[in-house]
Structure formats: C-alpha cells, structure tokens
C-alpha cells in the first residue's frame, strides 16, 4: 500500500465517522422528532457509505482480488434507509407528535397544538382524545392490541 | 497514518453510540426510542466495518450484513406496531 492509498484510506474513514458521529449528535440534540429523524438518515448514506468505500478499496489493495462485499451492504443500506424514515414518520404521525413547524390553517405555533384531525379510516377511536406528546404512546397501543 | 485515523474514528463512532444510547432512554415518545434503536444498528455496522479494517479480516462483513438485515426488520416491526397495534394482521 502505497502513501496516497494511505491517504486516501485515512480521510475516508475519517469521513465517515465524523459523519456517523454527526448523526448521532443530530439524533441527540434537535429539539422534535421530525427534525431528528433528519440526523440519523445522513450518518446511514454518508457516514456508512464512506466507511464502505474505505474498506473496498482497502481490501482490493490489501488481497489479491477485488473486494466487493461492502457494495451488499452498501445497497441494502440505501434501499432500506428511506423505507424505514417513511415508517417512522408515519408512526409519529399516527401518534400526534407536535412538530416545531406551524400548522398550515392557524398560524401559531403554540406547544399544546395538535396534529389536524387525521380522516376517519385512518385514526383509531381511542386515540381522540389523547395529548399530544405525551410518553404514554405504549399504553396507547396496548389498548388498542387488546381491542383488535 | 491509517492506524491513527482509525483510532480517532473508533473514538468518534463509540461517542455516536454513547449519544444514541442516551435517546434512547430519554425519549421522549416511542418513535424517537425506535429512531435511537434504528441510529444504533447502523452504528454498529460503522463499527463492524472498521473493525474489518483494523483486523485486516472480512469475517466482519457477513456479521455487518446480518446486523443490516435484522435492524431493517426489527425497525419495520416496531412502526407497524406502533401504527396498526399489531404486527402480522
């Protein structure tokens, strides 16, 4: 392995955990869940993907053929990542979680606002009548198992 | 130069870990401890993936794959359970 490989490898790798490592701090410090869920899906495409690239260049410099394991990874990754934010989201919205943004018809953007009224099919009756924000959503969900 | 910048991104992906684990007890709703779970399996596959590099062995890659795979299922199955209160309907 020659310097500029070294090289190469170094700030790849380096890349990629400074970008998992942003991710997580995105993930702890933004202030709703719908700004949250931003930091998480950087660190899987950008953080990742770059640890990936490092490691297939290393271990096609390193073994005597070319290394193509981490393009599984890497794929599986990029495919999975918005499918699983989309269920997220659906699921915090499913639980009115009140986001920072205003709400579209009554500009305010007071803390006790819920969600609008979600359509009928969709919103279970014992979900009415419930806060917004509150940690209980597990009791919730419980209830409703047991009426299913 | 390789080694160092390995230990430097060792250093930051267990500060990701650290920082992931503490949403995760902290809340405060459902969704957000299923977002710290989703941040922490792909941390892990960071891990994995420099530990590959670090050991020179691509053992880790098959437990990498794995991890990728079930944290995608288990992430699925928490949300559907949030969202319909049952999993297999």
Same mark, same amino acid.
């Given at each position: 392995m020659n310097d500029a490989t070294e090289l190469l490898l170094s700030l790849l790798v380096l890349a990629g955990a400074i970008f998992t490592f942003i991710g997580s701090f995105g993930l702890a410090r933004l202030d709703d869940f719908y700004t949250r869920l931003h930091g998480p899906t950087k660190a899987t495409t950008l953080g990742v993907g770059s640890l990936l690239i490092a490691s297939a260049t290393y271990f096609s410099v390193t073994g005597d053929s070319l290394s193509l394991h981490e393009v599984l990874v890497a794929l599986f990754l990029f495919i999975t990542a918005p499918v699983s934010a989309h269920l997220l989201a659906k699921a915090a919205l499913h639980q009115r979680l009140t986001s920072l943004a205003p709400l579209p018809e009554n500009a305010e953007n007071r803390p006790g606002d819920a969600l609008p009224a979600a359509p009928p099919s969709r919103a279970?009756? /014992?979900?009415?009548g419930e806060i917004p924000n509150t940690p209980g959503g597990a009791h919730d969900t419980s209830l409703r198992e047991r009426g299913t | 130069m390789l080694n160092i910048a390995l230990l430097i991104a060792f250093a930051l992906v267990t500060a990701a870990f650290a920082l992931a684990l503490w949403r995760l007890l902290k809340g405060p709703s459902a969704p957000d401890r299923i977002l710290a779970l989703d941040t922490l399996y792909i941390n892990a596959i960071a891990l994995l993936v420099l530990l590959g590099i670090h050991f020179g062995? /691509?053992?880790?890659f098959e437990a990498a794959l794995l991890i990728a795979l079930m944290g995608f299922v288990g992430t699925v199955a928490l949300c559907k359970f949030l969202l319909r209160g049952d999993i297999i309907e």
């Open positions: 279970e009756p /014992d979900t009415r | 062995s /691509d053992l880790y």
